[in-house]
Nanobody, 129 residues
Framework: QVHLVESGGGLAQPGGSLRLSCAAS????????VGWFRQVPGKEREGVSC????????AYVDSVKGRFTVSRDNAKNMVYLEMNSLKPEDTAVYYC??????????????????????WGQGTQVTVSS
């Protein structure tokens, strides 16, 4: 099992940047596919990005491609989401996720396709001027 805790959310201006961090405890994060989901109240939870256990394979939802970057530091048991050129529509609660069996391909970011076993408590990101 792995326990995930996000940090780094907050208020950013349009065009600004934020870096989300996810600290894992328990199991070794290197054995898991990791990623980020987000949710706006009243809307379905959306997969944002994922990063494979091996090989550094990444996938992103089309709306964040070229702006967001997911990374991991297995030695520190950390996952990161670098968010640049932020837009008001990026406003959401962002969740860190991990699963030992999910394969990181774009289709697994679609709502309802896969269910990650482990979720953090979420961190609010608000993009507004």
């Amino acid at each position: 099992q792995v326990h995930l805790v996000e940090s780094g959310g907050g208020l950013a201006q349009p065009g600004g940047s934020l870096r989300l961090s996810c600290a894992a405890s328990g199991d070794t994060l290197g054995d898991y596919t990791v990623g980020w989901f987000r949710q706006v109240p009243g809307k379905e939870r959306e997969g944002v990005s994922c990063l494979s256990r091996v090989g550094g394979v990444t996938a992103y939802v089309d709306s964040v491609k070229g702006r967001f970057t997911v990374s991991r530091d297995n030695a520190k048991n950390m996952v990161y989401l670098e968010m640049n050129s932020l837009k008001p529509e990026d406003t959401a609660v962002y969740y860190c996720v991990a699963d030992p069996r999910v394969i990181c391909i774009p289709s697994t970011l679609k709502p309802g396709v896969v269910q990650y076993d482990y979720w953090g408590q979420g961190t609010q990101v608000t993009v507004s001027s």
